[in-house]
C-alpha cells in the first residue's frame, strides 16, 4: 500500500490542479483504479486539492455511483426500472438470485462478484438489461443468465 | 466587418468539407452502421467489426450514432450510388454477411422496412441523427451544419437572444423556462467571466434522449453550445454528461477536437473575435444531480446537494457568477433556429408550445425507442401509433409519464396532447418526456411505490421535509396494502403531499408527491383493492 499511494499521489500531481473543483475527476480516477474508493486514497485526494479528509468523504458517499466499499472481483447489476421490470426484468432477477445464491446487494461468498439492483440504466429500449462490470447487456433472457454469470469469471 | 470575415471563414469550411466528403464517398455504397450506448449492448460492436472485416471496395462504412429505432437495433443502412437507403433491422454478425453478399456491386433494392415510425414524427433536432457519421464534421458541414453559428456569429448577442425568443423555444430539460430568458439575464448582470454550463446529467429513469444526441448528432449539441455562449456572453462551458454513457463523452470529446480544429471553437471562433472553451465533466450518479444548482455544487467539489434559490444560477452560479444552464436538446432546437430562422420553428407545434419535443418510449410496446414529434402531438399518437403499445394480449392500465416527478395517466386521458408544464392538474408533467406503457402485469400500487421509493433513495438529506417526508410517503404506501385502516393512512399520505411539496427546497421534494397525488385522483380504489379491503 506504501507503493500505492507514492503512485497515486504521483498521478494526482501530474493530473489535476489543487483545487476543489478537480474533486469528482480525482475520484473517478481512483475507483476506475481501484474499482472503489480506499480511505487512503480519499485521504490523498483531500491533500492534494487541500480539502479535509472528512469533507472528501462526505462528498464520496452523496454520489451513487461512487463506492467506499470493496466489491467483489466483479459487478453485476439487474436493471429494475418500470420498462424493464415489465419486459422480463422481474424474472431476470431471480434467475441470477438463484444463479448466484445471494440476494441484490450482497458479494457472494466467494467475493467473486457483487450483485445490485439499479433503478434504472437508461437502456429502456433494450429491456430487461444487466450489466456486467462496464458491459451492459440488453434484451437478456433468464436461461442466458447462467452463461453470462460463468462469463463474468464465476468457475 | 465582421460579419464578411464570418462569411468567407465559414464557406472556406464548407467548400472544403464538400471537397473531402464528395472523395471519401466517390462511387461508392455506403454502410452505416449505427453503434449508440444502448446498441452496444444487443451486439452492433461486433456487427460493425463483421462489415469492416468483409467490405468489398466498391463499399466504405461509416459509424453513425442510433436514430431511436431501438426495437430494430442492430441497424444497418445500405445507401446506394442513386441515394437510395435500404435498412436492415436486427443484424447479426452473421447476417451482416449477407448484406454485403447483396451488394455486389449494384444499389440496394427496397425501402426502408419500417417507415412508419418515422413517417409519424418530425424530427428537427434528430435530424440525421443514425445517419450521418457520428463525430464527422464535414459530413454535419455538407448537410448544412453550422450554417446556424455562421448566422449567429453575424448578428449582435442581443439579436440572437431577440431571435430565440421569438422561436418560443422553452427548455427541453423539463422546466419549460424560456432558454433565451436565461441568456438575458446572465448578460444583464454585466459580470465576466460568465458560464455556460450544459446539463447533460439525464438521470431520470425512463429517458434516453440527449444521449442519442451525443451519440448521433454530436456537432449539432456542439453547435448549439457556441451560440447559447455567445448570446450569453460566456467564455467557458461546462458539457456535464452522465457518468453511465461513456460513448456520449467519447464522441463529444471527438467532436469538440474537431471543432478546435476547425476553428469552430477555441479563442476566435470563425474569425468572429469571440472564443469558447469546452470541458467535459462526469455526473457520479443520481437523479438530483440533474437539479440544476447541484449540478453546480457537483462541478465546484461539493455535495450532491442542492443550493438556495435566489439568487438564481443566471445571476450567481458556477463559483458565484452568472451562468446558463441549458439541456443538449435545447441546445439542439437552437442550432436549428438559427439555421432556419424563428419562424420557422414557431411554425411547429402549437399557439403556446413551439417546436417539438423527443419523447422515450419504453415498457409495454412493440417499437420502445425515442421520437421526436410536435409539440401538441396526443399520447395516443406517441404509445398506440409510433411505439404500438401495449403488447399484443395485454390491457395498457397506465402511462407513466415525465419520471418519478410526476405521475400516471389512465387511458381515458390517450388523447391528451404534449406540452410543456402540467398535463393535468395532479401534478402529471411532460417533464423531460419520458414516457413508459403500463399494462396488466403490474399494478398501480406497485408503480407508485416504486416511484415513492425511488424519490425517498435520492432523496439527498440537505432539508427535512424532504429527508424526513419521502421515507415516510414508502411507509405510508406499504401500510396501505396490509393495515386495516385504510383511511387514516389515506388521510396520511394526503397530508404528508401537502407539507412536503410546499416546504421542501428543491424539486426532488416539491414534486416527490405527485406519482400518489395523481393515483390517487386515478385510481383511488386501487389502492384499496391491493389490500384486499374492498
Known amino acids: 500500500m506504501p507503493r500505492d499511494i507514492e503512485l497515486l499521489r504521483n498521478t494526482l500531481n501530474e493530473k489535476f490542479q489543487r483545487e476543489r473543483a478537480q474533486l469528482l475527476p480525482a475520484l473517478h480516477l481512483v475507483q476506475h483504479q ?37 466489491p467483489g472481483a466483479h459487478t453485476l447489476k439487474v436493471c429494475t426500472g418500470l420498462g424493464c421490470l415489465l419486459n422480463g426484468g422481474r424474472e431476470l ?33 433494450m429491456a430487461p438489461a444487466i450489466k456486467i462490470d462496464d458491459t451492459w447487456r440488453g434484451r437478456v433472457t433468464p436461461d442466458s443468465v447462467e452463461t453470462i454469470i460463468v462469463e463474468a469469471g464465476r468457475p | 466587418m465582421t460579419g464578411s470575415v464570418v462569411a468567407t471563414a465559414f ?18 455504397i455506403r454502410i452505416t452502421v449505427q453503434v449508440g450506448h444502448c446498441s452496444r449492448s444487443v451486439g452492433t460492436t461486433q456487427v460493425a467489426d463483421a462489415l469492416a472485416a468483409s467490405l468489398p471496395d466498391t463499399a466504405y462504412l461509416a459509424i453513425a450514432g442510433c436514430d431511436g429505432a431501438c426495437f430494430d437495433a442492430p441497424q444497418v443502412l445500405v445507401t446506394g450510388l442513386s441515394g437510395r437507403s435500404r435498412r436492415y433491422a436486427r443484424v447479426t454478425p452473421e447476417s451482416a454477411g449477407r448484406i454485403v453478399d447483396e451488394l455486389s456491386g449494384n444499389a440496394p433494392s427496397g425501402e426502408d422496412s419500417d417507415s412508419s415510425f418515422f413517417s409519424g414524427q418530425r424530427r428537427i433536432t434528430l435530424d ?3 445517419r450521418l457519421a457520428a463525430t464527422d464534421i464535414d459530413e454535419y458541414l455538407v448537410h448544412g451544419g453550422y450554417a446556424g453559428l455562421a448566422r449567429a456569429l453575424r448578428m449582435t448577442p442581443e439579436e440572437v437572444i431577440d431571435e430565440v425568443k421569438a422561436s418560443g423555444l422553452r427548455g427541453r430539460g423539463g422546466a419549460y423556462f424560456p432558454a433565451s430568458a436565461k441568456w438575458e439575464s446572465a448578460r444583464a448582470t454585466g459580470r465576466t467571466p460568465r458560464y455556460l454550463v450544459v446539463n447533460a446529467e439525464e438521470g431520470e429513469p425512463g429517458i434516453f434522449k440527449d444521449r442519442h444526441l451525443m451519440e448521433g448528432i454530436t456537432h449539432r449539441v456542439l453547435e448549439g453550445m457556441v451560440v447559447a455562449a455567445y448570446a450569453s456572453g460566456a467564455e467557458k462551458a461546462f458539457l456535464y454528461i452522465n457518468v453511465e454513457p461513456d460513448l456520449s463523452s467519447q464522441r463529444m470529446r471527438e467532436a469538440i477536437d474537431q471543432a478546435n480544429r476547425h476553428g469552430i471553437l477555441g479563442s476566435d471562433i470563425l474569425g468572429s473575435g469571440f472564443g469558447l472553451e469546452v470541458e467535459i465533466r462526469r455526473g457520479a450518479g443520481g437523479y438530483i444531480c440533474g437539479e ?44 436549428y433556429i438559427m439555421a432556419n430562422g424563428a419562424e420557422e420553428f414557431a411554425r411547429i407545434g402549437t399557439a403556446n408550445d413551439k417546436g417539438t419535443k423527443i419523447v422515450s418510449i419504453s415498457g409495454s410496446v412493440r417499437r420502445p425507442g425515442i421520437v421526436e414529434v410536435s409539440m401538441g402531438t396526443t399520447l395516443r399518437h406517441i404509445v398506440a401509433d409510433l411505439g404500438q403499445g401495449p403488447l399484443p394480449g395485454h390491457d395498457l392500465i397506465a402511462l407513466a409519464v415525465g419520471g418519478p416527478s410526476s405521475g400516471v395517466l389512465p387511458p381515458s386521458m390517450l388523447d391528451t396532447p404534449i406540452r410543456g408544464g402540467l398535463l393535468h392538474e395532479s401534478g402529471v408533467m411532460l417533464g423531460a418526456g419520458g414516457v413508459i406503457v403500463l399494462d396488466d402485469r403490474i399494478g398501480i400500487p406497485e408503480v407508485i411505490r416504486k416511484l415513492a421509493a425511488y424519490n425517498a433513495a435520492e432523496s439527498c438529506g440537505k432539508c427535512t421535509p424532504c429527508r424526513e417526508g419521502t421515507p415516510r410517503m414508502v411507509e405510508a404506501l406499504d401500510r396501505l396494502s396490509t393495515d386495516q385502516a385504510p383511511d387514516a393512512d389515506l388521510d396520511d399520505l394526503r397530508y404528508l403531499v401537502q407539507i412536503v411539496g410546499p416546504a421542501s427546497l428543491c424539486g426532488l421534494g416539491q414534486a416527490a408527491g405527485n406519482p400518489i397525488t395523481s393515483a390517487l385522483h386515478f385510481f383511488g380504489d386501487e389502492f384499496f383493492v391491493q389490500a384486499g379491503v374492498l
Open chain 2, 11 to 28: 464557406e472556406t469550411l464548407e467548400r472544403s468539407a464538400r471537397e473531402r466528403v464528395q472523395a471519401l464517398r466517390g462511387r461508392k
Open chain 1, 34 to 70: 481501484f474499482g472503489y474508493l480506499p480511505d487512503w486514497a480519499m485521504e490523498a485526494v483531500g491533500r492534494h486539492l487541500r480539502i479535509p479528509a472528512s469533507e472528501v468523504y462526505g462528498a464520496a458517499t452523496s454520489y451513487s455511483e461512487l463506492r467506499t466499499e470493496k
Open chain 2, 292 to 335: 440544476e444548482t447541484t449540478l453546480l455544487n457537483t462541478i465546484e467539489g461539493y455535495r450532491r446537494e442542492p443550493r438556495l434559490r435566489p439568487p438564481f444560477p443566471t445571476e450567481s452560479g458556477l463559483w458565484a457568477r452568472p451562468t446558463v444552464i441549458n439541456n443538449p436538446e435545447t441546445l439542439a432546437a437552437v442550432a
Open chain 2, 128 to 130: 440525421g441523427c443514425g
Open chain 1, 93 to 125: 432477477l431471480s434467475a441470477v438470485e438463484s444463479a448466484l445464491g445471494t440476494p441484490p446487494g450482497r458479494t457472494t461468498a466467494d467475493g467473486r462478484i457483487t450483485f445490485e439492483e439499479t433503478p434504472c440504466g437508461f437502456l429502456c429500449g
